[in-house]
């Protein structure tokens, strides 16, 4: 039986040399160094045959490469005749990719391939990430490596490596690694079409409280209260959506049934990481027998509360109580008043908006865990502001809320700086005056509320001139991965247009 071009993509990678693939990839070069990477085992923190083989590209090339201490490599290529006086370039990208796959799926993606294949439009992977996050910007940045015709200025190429899990390449570049002066293109953004001027710095606070505890009484009765159904998201990206924190909703909601029930805490469980809206929350309480009734109506009308504050956002919410076996151990009424008070004063969700651009948030905060059990509970924020100085005073506000009430540690860790959004970057006039010659309309220009590498860059190279941009990727560190293939070729002739644009020294 014949195979189908599918088929044989899956099982021989992209399959650059069939005629009908390769007709549908453009630009060649770059899609072969991509099918290249997808042979290349390359997860954060396991890129060492990945920075093998980008040196042994530069060597090729005649192009020396220099690998750092940590596995970041940077290459160096001269301006083309003409260009010599022009601004260095630095196209950064980094090399290690998200390791997900379907449940069904065998895979090892220390060992392993990436089963790439074409589908339409669209260059897919077989039941894995494909990788093109950030693998099409490392394909792009060596296909201008090895090009002899396109024109250019002087050219650096910075490959960092682990960005998706810690940033332990872009922390390890020092202010004396590069020149002091540069416009740096990062090849890391996923909508083509988009420049990205700005994110978000940060920094995350992790609190630990010792509480005192009591036994319950044994003429009492416990529940469990859960809220669920929500839509959570990205801390950051989505953090301007107006979406509930489960762990924020649920302790308000102890706050007034404080009032008028006299219950205790036993447990609270909700969130599990520090960059997502947490989507779910759970606590056992204990209380009179005598109040259970009654409280079971509170709840219910207390949910009907929150479908009218969530209106049109949290559509699936639902705030549901249960009777459960009765714990032996809760929280002492001081210790429980404390916390909650804590919880419900620390600032969580926008705090400002950016004054120059319309529904970004400048600084915000996300209450990402909250765990409570056994006389210690713990409360994890992480932070973000476009200005390092409220990102500080978010962080000393949020940690005054607990340093008061007994025996807490806090800790301050992971801090990154903000790339402040400029509207008046050289770089982003010329990319806007380029894409609107080559595709007759307005790129989208834009910032992320979010943590990326140009953070650290911006931090200790103040003075370049930095821009983000890329082609389409669709579903990123997820096995639905794909990327547009027209979209690359759009990308790829808009980054030569550039190149050839890049202004003189000043």
Same mark, same amino acid.
């Given at each position: 039986?014949?195979?189908?071009?599918?088929?044989?993509?899956?099982?021989?990678?992209?399959?650059?040399?069939?005629? $009908?693939?390769?007709?549908? +990839?453009?630009?060649?070069?770059?899609?072969?160094?991509?099918?290249?990477?997808?042979?290349?085992?390359?997860?954060?923190?396991?890129?060492?045959?990945?920075?093998?083989?980008?040196?042994?590209?530069?060597?090729?090339?005649?192009?020396?490469?220099?690998?750092?201490?940590?596995?970041?490599?940077?290459?160096?290529?001269?301006?083309?005749?003409?260009?010599?006086?022009?601004?260095?370039? !630095?196209?950064?990208?980094?090399?290690?990719?998200?390791?997900?796959?379907?449940?069904?799926? $065998?895979?090892?993606?220390?060992?392993?391939?990436?089963?790439?294949?074409?589908?339409?439009?669209?260059?897919?992977?077989?039941?894995?990430?494909?990788?093109?996050?950030?693998?099409?910007?490392?394909?792009?940045?060596?296909?201008?490596?090895?090009?002899?015709?396109?024109?250019?200025?002087?050219?650096?190429?910075?490959?960092?490596?682990?960005?998706?899990?810690?940033?332990?390449?872009?922390?390890?570049?020092?202010?004396?690694?590069? $020149?002091?002066?540069?416009?740096?293109?990062?090849?890391?953004?996923?909508?083509?079409?988009?420049?990205?001027?700005?994110?978000?710095?940060?920094?995350?606070?992790?609190?630990?409280?010792?509480?005192?505890?009591?036994?319950?009484?044994?003429?009492?009765?416990?529940?469990?209260?859960?809220?669920?159904?929500?839509?959570?998201?990205? #801390?950051?990206?989505? !953090?301007?959506?107006?979406?509930?924190?489960?762990?924020?909703?649920?302790?308000?909601?102890?706050?007034?049934?404080?009032?008028?029930?006299?219950?205790?805490?036993? #447990?609270?469980?909700?969130?599990?990481?520090?960059?997502?809206?947490?989507?779910?929350?759970?606590?056992? !309480?204990?209380?009179?027998?005598?109040?259970?009734?009654?409280?079971?109506?509170?709840?219910?009308?207390?949910?009907?509360?929150?479908?009218?504050?969530?209106?049109?956002?949290?559509?699936?919410?639902? +705030?549901?109580?249960?009777?459960?076996?009765?714990?032996?151990?809760?929280?002492?009424?001081?210790?429980?008043?404390?916390?909650?008070?804590?919880?419900?004063?620390?600032?969580?969700?926008?705090?400002?908006?950016?004054?120059?651009?319309?529904?970004?948030?400048?600084?915000?905060?996300?209450?990402?865990?909250?765990?409570?059990?056994?006389?210690?509970?713990?409360? $994890?924020?992480?932070?973000? #502001?476009?200005?390092?100085?409220?990102?500080?005073?978010?962080?000393?506000?949020?940690?005054?809320?607990?340093?008061?009430?007994?025996?807490?540690?806090?800790?301050?860790?992971?801090?990154?700086?903000? &790339?402040?959004?400029?509207?008046?970057?050289?770089?982003?006039?010329?990319?806007?005056?380029?894409?609107?010659?080559?595709?007759?309309?307005?790129?989208?220009?834009?910032?992320?509320?979010?943590? +990326?590498?140009?953070?650290?860059?911006?931090?200790?190279?103040?003075? &370049?001139?930095?821009?983000?941009?890329?082609?389409?990727?669709?579903?990123?560190?997820?096995?639905?991965?794909?990327?547009?293939?027209?979209?690359?070729?759009?990308? &790829?002739?808009? +980054?030569?247009?550039?190149?050839?644009?890049?202004?003189?020294?000043?």
């Amino acid at each position: 039986m014949n195979e189908t071009i599918e088929e044989k993509t899956i099982k021989n990678g992209l399959l650059l040399k069939n005629q $009908v693939a390769e007709s549908l +990839l453009y630009p060649k070069p770059l899609w072969v160094i991509f099918n290249d990477l997808t042979g290349i085992p390359r997860p954060s923190r396991h890129e060492r045959l990945c920075i093998d083989y980008v040196k042994d590209f530069a060597k090729q090339l005649g192009l020396s490469a220099i690998e750092d201490s940590v596995g970041n490599v940077s290459i160096y290529k001269p301006a083309t005749a003409g260009m010599e006086n022009c601004e260095l370039v !630095i196209l950064q990208c980094h090399l290690d990719m998200v390791p997900e796959k379907n449940k069904d799926k $065998v895979h090892d993606f220390l060992k392993d391939s990436i089963e790439a294949y074409v589908d339409g439009d669209w260059v897919k992977a077989n039941g894995t990430t494909l990788g093109a996050d950030n693998g099409l910007g490392v394909a792009a940045a060596l296909a201008v490596l090895a090009s002899n015709s396109i024109q250019h200025g002087p050219l650096m190429c910075l490959f960092t490596i682990d960005e998706e899990t810690g940033l332990t390449g872009i922390k390890a570049i020092g202010p004396n690694d590069f $020149v002091k002066k540069a416009i740096l293109l990062n090849l890391d953004s996923e909508e083509e079409g988009e420049l990205c001027i700005g994110c978000a710095g940060g920094a995350d606070i992790f609190v630990d409280y010792a509480y005192e505890q009591e036994v319950s009484r044994k003429d009492s009765v416990a529940f469990k209260i859960s809220i669920s159904g929500l839509k959570g998201g990205h #801390s950051g990206v989505d !953090i301007n959506l107006g979406r509930a924190n489960a762990n924020k909703v649920l302790f308000k909601f102890l706050d007034v049934a404080d009032v008028t029930f006299n219950f205790r805490i036993s #447990s609270f469980k909700g969130g599990n990481m520090r960059n997502a809206i947490p989507r779910e929350a759970f606590v056992i !309480i204990v209380m009179p027998v005598e109040e259970s009734e009654e409280f079971i109506n509170f709840v219910s009308e207390y949910e009907d509360g929150l479908f009218k504050d969530f209106s049109g956002i949290e559509t699936d919410l639902i +705030l549901s109580v249960a009777g459960v076996e009765l714990p032996e151990f809760v929280m002492n009424s001081e210790s429980q008043d404390n916390f909650i008070s804590s919880i419900c004063s620390s600032e969580n969700g926008v705090i400002f908006f950016d004054k120059d651009i319309p529904d970004l948030p400048r600084t915000s905060s996300n209450m990402g865990i909250v765990e409570l059990s056994h006389g210690t509970a713990k409360v $994890v924020f992480l932070v973000r #502001s476009f200005v390092d100085a409220s990102r500080d005073d978010c962080v000393s506000n949020i940690s005054s809320k607990f340093e008061r009430i007994g025996t807490v540690k806090i800790e301050v860790t992971g801090n990154y700086p903000a &790339w402040k959004p400029s509207v008046h970057s050289e770089i982003l006039d010329i990319c806007k005056t380029t894409y609107i010659e080559m595709y007759n309309k307005e790129p989208r220009v834009y910032a992320v509320h979010a943590g +990326l590498e140009t953070g650290y860059l911006g931090g200790v190279y103040p003075d &370049w001139d930095m821009i983000s941009f890329g082609p389409t990727i669709k579903y990123p560190h997820s096995p639905d991965e794909k990327a547009e293939i027209p979209s690359v070729g759009r990308f &790829w002739n808009f +980054l030569i247009e550039v190149l050839k644009r890049v202004p003189l020294k000043k």
